[in-house]
């Protein structure tokens, strides 16, 4: 494959090191590197309630299938949401499940 002499080998591990050296850097101190922009980015992004379709309510820590389905049925028998509290009406959304996710929801 590749026969480098011992001073190619020494020059390849070098830049390896710098460029780990260098990442590790950028970690630490800068933190503004795109997978943690994404991160916050999508953490500031709240569900509309009276509006998610059952595929979005699912991406909400705590609500299955089944939940998401019995949120829907609740709207469409209710109307729409007028506060975040009237999620606890729905069948099996515990006090602490709504806890959980208040913060990612919105009306």
């Known amino acids: 494959m590749f026969y480098l002499t011992p001073q190619e080998r020494k020059f390849i591990a070098t830049i390896i090191i710098i460029f780990i050296a260098g ?3 950028q970690l ?3 933190r503004d590197i ?3 922009r994404w991160f916050k980015s999508v953490r500031s992004f709240k569900i509309n309630i009276n509006s998610a379709r059952a595929d979005q309510l699912q991406m909400l820590p705590g609500i299955g299938v089944k939940l998401a389905g019995r949120i829907i049925d ?3 028998q209710s109307g729409p949401f007028k506060s975040l509290e009237d999620l606890e009406n729905v069948d099996g959304l515990t006090a602490k499940r709504f806890e959980h996710i208040k913060g990612l ?3």
């Open 105 to 107: 929801i919105e009306l």
């Open 34 to 36: 795109a997978p943690v």
């Open 23 to 25: 990442a590790s850097v």
């Open 28 to 30: 630490l101190f800068k």
């Open 74 to 76: 609740y709207r469409n």
